[in-house]
């Protein structure tokens, strides 16, 4: 529950799910979880890049990107519009999208699955600088996306000079 006191909207429309821009949007199924959705979502991601991006090139992978955040903001525009929540927590797909960003140039290794997680965690949760301006400045499916974008690239940013600088293995 947030300090204010006001607890986030859950999922309840479960009729959407009939869409596949829903199970987009909820990270395939991700997003429903009852605690912490976006560190879910964010999990479920890292297991999809080691499953299917990992070993990809970096340029199929910046595709899958570039595809996944245009097909976002399509998908959170149509859960917003059919639930008339702002930026619900269970849209989790803008998760995907920057831990996916955070992950890129990492070799497949625990470690840096682990760095890549925490950082982007990091400056999505807290939220400053960048991060924050682009959560307030854009609103509807490009301001729920947006803004995980940020945070993946600061993420990206941070592990690539902590694992370039500390030789982590």
Do not use: C
Not at 113 to 135: C, E, T, Y
């Amino acid at each position: 529950m947030p300090a204010t006191g006001i607890s986030k909207p859950m999922f309840t429309d479960f009729r959407l799910l009939k869409h596949p821009y829903a199970w987009l949007a909820l990270g395939f199924g991700s997003g429903l979880s009852p605690n912490a959705p976006g560190t879910v979502g964010s999990l479920a991601a890292v297991l999809l890049w080691w499953l299917l991006l990992a070993d990809l090139s970096l340029p199929l992978q910046l595709a899958v990107i570039v595809a996944g955040f245009g097909l976002g903001i399509l998908a959170s525009e149509w859960l917003i519009a059919r639930t008339g929540v702002k930026d619900p927590g269970y849209i989790v797909w803008d998760e995907f999208i920057g831990q996916w960003l955070a992950l890129l140039l990492l070799p497949k290794s625990l470690t840096a699955a682990a760095l890549a997680f925490a950082a982007f965690r990091l400056f999505d949760i807290v939220k400053r600088g960048p991060v924050g301006w682009a959560d307030r400045r854009f609103s509807g499916g490009f301001g729920v996306m947006f803004d995980d974008v940020v945070a993946g690239l600061m993420a990206l940013a941070l592990v690539q000079a902590v694992w370039r600088f500390t030789g982590l293995a």
